[in-house]
């Protein structure tokens, strides 16, 4: 049975031959990975499209310019995917499904944990780099993203004047800001969920009170808590975010002016304060 020191593989077994991928080729004409034949990886994916977007501008031609393009449209559809799960979340609390609103509050964690460490593949370029393609893009800037504002505006800090800033949004753009500003946030919804369990949430004392009030019975209420923490997580992580994009770019520009025309690192900084959910962390002062 050992004799020969190594055994047969199954395919060569007696019964085992059509087991074998190049036999089941030989039978079916398809070779592996071409099962089914109508849809492909690219096809499905529309890879062709998509590989086609990442078109550098500058001549003569800069070596960085395709990363810091693949960069931002990576952001772009981490955005696009977070505004989906965050608004699904939303709707998720109106029902009271506190537990599907917490798994996809978890699951927009990880994405973006993803992107303030996809801040580290940016910072491969030096300075020097940069700057053999940077003037190229003014007044283009990073400040002018879309679905930035939108995430901002879903998850509670609405301000319109970012909307009359941009002059250069096309009508679909702003017809989708002005959505973003009329429906409601995350916040709202996690009031109208107080609310419905009989918390009184008018005001900010009001809110407060009850935030106290749901700490403090955790066995009634944990999954008011829970799901309150997972909004302070993501404040968090988004707070991680614009302190991180800033050291990058004091790296990259040190206090040079931005592409997009502000005080670049100035305002940024002005920015890293910003708090979705202020109460969640007022709440820590009353515990
Ligand atoms: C070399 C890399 C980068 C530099 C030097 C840079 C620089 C800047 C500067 C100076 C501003 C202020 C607005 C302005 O005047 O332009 C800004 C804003 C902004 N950037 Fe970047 N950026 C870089 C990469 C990125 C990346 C990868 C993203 C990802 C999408 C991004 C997203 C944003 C956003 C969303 C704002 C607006 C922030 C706010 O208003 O709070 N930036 N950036």
Same mark, same amino acid.
């Given at each position: 049975?050992?004799?020969?020191?190594?055994?047969?593989?199954?395919?060569?077994?007696?019964?085992?031959?059509?087991?074998?991928? $190049?036999? +089941?080729?030989?039978?079916?004409?398809?070779?592996?990975?071409?099962?089914?034949? &109508? %849809?492909?990886?690219?096809?499905?994916? +529309?890879?062709?499209? !998509?590989?086609?977007?990442?078109?550098?501008?500058?001549?003569?031609?800069?070596?960085?310019?395709?990363?810091?393009?693949?960069?931002?449209?990576?952001? @772009?559809?981490?955005?696009?995917?977070? %505004?989906?799960? !965050?608004?699904?979340?939303?709707?998720?609390?109106?029902?009271?499904?506190?537990?599907?609103? =917490?798994?996809?509050?978890? +699951?927009?964690?990880?994405?973006?944990?993803?992107?303030?460490?996809?801040?580290?593949?940016?910072? *491969?370029?030096?300075?020097?780099?940069?700057? @053999?393609?940077?003037?190229?893009?003014?007044?283009?800037?990073?400040?002018?993203?879309?679905?930035?504002? $939108?995430? $901002?505006?879903?998850?509670?800090?609405?301000?319109?004047?970012?909307?009359?800033?941009?002059?250069? /949004?096309?009508?679909?753009?702003?017809? =989708?800001?002005? =959505? &973003?500003?009329?429906?409601?946030?995350?916040?709202?919804?996690?009031?109208?969920?107080?609310?419905? +369990?009989? %918390?009184?949430?008018?005001?900010?004392? $009001?809110?407060?009170?009850?935030?106290?009030?749901?700490?403090?019975?955790?066995?009634?209420?944990?999954?008011?808590?829970? /799901?309150?923490?997972?909004?302070?997580?993501?404040?968090?992580?988004?707070?991680?975010?614009?302190?991180?994009?800033?050291?990058?770019?004091?790296?990259?520009?040190?206090?040079?002016?931005? *592409?997009?025309?502000? *005080?670049?690192?100035?305002? !940024?900084?002005?920015?890293?304060?910003?708090?979705?959910?202020? /109460?969640?962390?007022? !709440?820590?002062?009353?515990?």
């Amino acid at each position: 049975m050992f004799g020969g020191g190594v055994a047969s593989p199954p395919a060569t077994r007696e019964g085992g031959a059509s087991k074998r991928p $190049e036999a +089941r080729e030989q039978k079916t004409g398809k070779s592996f990975g071409e099962e089914g034949g &109508r %849809l492909t990886y690219g096809s499905y994916l +529309r890879l062709p499209e !998509l590989l086609a977007q990442q078109v550098p501008q500058v001549i003569p031609p800069a070596h960085d310019e395709l990363l810091f393009i693949t960069v931002h449209q990576a952001y @772009e559809l981490w955005f696009k995917q977070l %505004l989906y799960e !965050l608004t699904t979340a939303r709707d998720a609390m109106r029902p009271g499904q506190t537990w599907r609103a =917490r798994q996809l509050l978890q +699951r927009a964690h990880v994405i973006e944990r993803l992107l303030v460490s996809q801040i580290d593949v940016l910072e *491969t370029m030096t300075p020097q780099d940069f700057l @053999e393609f940077r003037a190229a893009l003014a007044p283009a800037s990073g400040f002018q993203s879309v679905q930035f504002r $939108e995430l $901002e505006f879903l998850s509670g800090a609405k301000d319109p004047g970012f909307v009359s800033r941009f002059r250069a /949004l096309t009508d679909a753009e702003r017809d =989708r800001l002005a =959505r &973003r500003l009329a429906e409601p946030t995350l916040w709202d919804a996690y009031l109208g969920l107080l609310r419905s +369990r009989g %918390l009184p949430a008018d005001g900010d004392d $009001e809110v407060l009170t009850s935030l106290v009030a749901v700490a403090r019975d955790r066995a009634r209420h944990d999954d008011l808590w829970q /799901l309150a923490e997972d909004l302070l997580t993501h404040d968090e992580i988004c707070g991680l975010w614009r302190a991180r994009h800033v050291q990058m770019v004091e790296r990259q520009i040190g206090t040079k002016s931005g *592409t997009g025309g502000s *005080t670049g690192a100035p305002y !940024l900084h002005k920015r890293v304060p910003l708090r979705y959910y202020p /109460l969640l962390w007022e !709440l820590r002062d009353w515990l």
